[in-house]
Antibody, heavy 119, light 108 residues
C-alpha cells in the first residue's frame, strides 16, 4: 500500500521561500506523476504542478514564475519550492500521484501539511 | 485554460439521491474524476474516468458525463456522505490538472 507523507516548516515569513517534501513509502516513485495541490482555508483545491519520476515538470500557469518541483529517486522523495510567498499562499499543501494524462485520477494522497505565511 | 464549474451546495435528505454536476466545455470528451473531502481530511478518489469506482468505494457512488456536463450521483444518501465533492480533469491544452470549485453536500 503506497503512502505519501508531506513534511516541512509550518510557518514561513513573507517574501521567503516555502519548501516542502513528500516521501513515498510502500512503493516506487517510478512510472508515476507526482503532484502538489494546495487548499487555502475555507476554499477549494488548486493544482500547483507535477513532476514525472524522470524529472520532467509542468506547473500551474498562475504560479509558474514562483514554483520549482524536484525529485530525488534515491530517497523516493519529491519536493516543492514556492518563492516570494505572501499571506495568499497560506494553505494546506497536499501531494498526490497520478498517471500520464491524469488517467485514473489521483488515487493516493498525503494527509496534507498546513503552511502559514506570517511574520 | 480549461474551467470547471460546480454548484456551491447541494442538500438532500437521508435515503434520497444526490446529484452533483460539473460543467465544462465538451467535458464529455474528457475523463472526469471525482473526489470526496470530509472536514479536516485529505481528498479521496470516489470515481475516475467518468464512471469507474475504485476498490472500496460503495456502489451507491456513480458517475456519468456527456456534452458539457458531468454528474456524480450518490444513491441512498447517508449522513456519512456529507462532504465537499470536487471534479477534476486533464487539460490537454497545457498538460495541466484542473479542479472544479467544489460542491458541499449537506445531508438534511
Amino acid at each position: 500500500q503506497v503512502q505519501l507523507q508531506e513534511s516541512g516548516p509550518g510557518l514561513v515569513k513573507p517574501s521567503e521561500t516555502l519548501s516542502l517534501t513528500c516521501t513515498v513509502s510502500g512503493g516506487s516513485i517510478s512510472s508515476y506523476y507526482w503532484n502538489w495541490i494546495r487548499q487555502p482555508p475555507g476554499k477549494g483545491l488548486e493544482w500547483i504542478g507535477y513532476i514525472y519520476y524522470s524529472g520532467s515538470t509542468n506547473y500551474n500557469p498562475s504560479l509558474k514564475s514562483r514554483v520549482n518541483i524536484s525529485v530525488d529517486t534515491s530517497k523516493n522523495q519529491f519536493s516543492l519550492k514556492l518563492s516570494s510567498v505572501t499571506a495568499a499562499d497560506t494553505a494546506v499543501y497536499y501531494c498526490a500521484r497520478d498517471l500520464r494524462y491524469s488517467s485514473r485520477g489521483m488515487d493516493v494522497w498525503g494527509q496534507g501539511t498546513t503552511v502559514t505565511v506570517s511574520s | 485554460s480549461y474551467v470547471l464549474t460546480q454548484p456551491p451546495s447541494v442538500s438532500v435528505a437521508p435515503g434520497q439521491t444526490a446529484r452533483m454536476t460539473c460543467g465544462g466545455n465538451n467535458i464529455g470528451r474528457k475523463s472526469v474524476h471525482w473526489y470526496q473531502q470530509k472536514a479536516g481530511r485529505a481528498p479521496v478518489l470516489v470515481v475516475y474516468d467518468d464512471s469507474v469506482r475504485p476498490s472500496g468505494i460503495p456502489e451507491r457512488f456513480s458517475g456519468s458525463a456527456s456534452g458539457n456536463t458531468a454528474t456524480l450521483t450518490i444513491s441512498r444518501v447517508e449522513a456519512g456522505d456529507e462532504a465537499d465533492y470536487y471534479c477534476q480533469v486533464w487539460d490537454d491544452g497545457g498538460d495541466h490538472r484542473v479542479f472544479g470549485g467544489g460542491t458541499k453536500l449537506t445531508v438534511l
